[in-house]
């Protein structure tokens, strides 16, 4: 679905290093959220926002931050990254309680 | 909060049998009842969705039934067909706006 992306696509890094996943989106939705993706633990929501003002803490947010800078788009941050964030990040758009589109992945490696 | 389960982890079909994946849920206020399928290498889509106002709802060889005296909803997926292979995720919607998704099965489609 082009209407979300994400950058980058996959992603090395080395522990205590400062990331940024980066989210757009052209489908107008209000609503946006950040997924961790382990093989065996399905998806797992880090983060999610329902407007600009809006940011809530999802089930795994500690070790991660967020910033909606438009309705377009929705940042996520690893301040200090260890090797257990090494995972597939999705981000998702929706309207209301309803359909949520995922971006294409964001694969990232810790070392 | 809310805890979805999904069973089986796996499960392998021959070419044209069916297919039914189980999903149970804990938060009884839980309102909304989406399966996603992602293909290898993809992004997670919707394929089917289920209120709670709604026993079943069918689209073409794939069907839904939720049962939300015991808990729990299933996907049935008919007539299987290769293209069929894929992660499978069920999710509820509880009240706190976090969808909560299961661990995902892989179904396997033998021809």
């Known amino acids: 679905d082009a209407d979300v992306t994400q950058t980058p696509r996959n992603r090395i890094t080395k522990t205590g290093k400062r990331i940024m996943l980066e989210c757009s989106q052209t489908?107008?939705?209000?609503?946006m959220y950040w997924y961790r993706q382990d093989p065996g633990l399905g998806l797992r929501l880090i983060y999610y926002?329902?407007?600009?003002?809006?940011?809530n803490k999802g089930e795994i947010s500690d070790g991660y931050s967020v910033s909606r800078q438009a309705q377009a788009k929705f940042s996520l941050s690893l301040e200090s990254a260890i090797p257990n964030q090494t995972a597939l990040y999705f981000c998702?758009?929706?309207?209301?309680?309803?359909?949520?589109?995922f971006g294409p992945g964001t694969r990232l490696t810790v070392l | 909060g809310e805890n979805v389960e999904q069973h089986p982890s796996t499960l392998s079909v021959q070419e044209g049998d069916s297919a039914v994946i189980k999903c149970t849920y804990s938060?009884?206020?839980?309102?909304?009842f989406p399966w996603y399928k992602q293909e290898l290498g993809k992004r997670p889509q919707l394929i089917i969705d289920?209120?709670?106002n709604v026993g079943e709802k069918k689209d073409q060889r794939i069907a839904v039934t939720l049962n939300k005296t015991a808990k729990h909803f299933s996907l049935h997926i008919t007539e299987t067909q290769p293209e069929d292979s894929a992660v499978y995720f069920c999710?509820?919607?509880?009240?706190?706006?976090?969808?909560?998704w299961g661990a995902g099965t892989k179904l396997i489609i033998k021809p």
């Open positions: 998702a758009t929706s309207v209301d309680t309803d359909t949520q589109y």
């Open positions: 489908k107008g939705h209000d609503r």
């Open positions: 926002s329902f407007d600009v003002k809006d940011i």
């Open positions: 938060d009884s206020a839980s309102n909304y």
């Open positions: 289920i209120r709670s």
């Open positions: 999710a509820a919607y509880p009240s706190n706006y976090q969808l909560i």
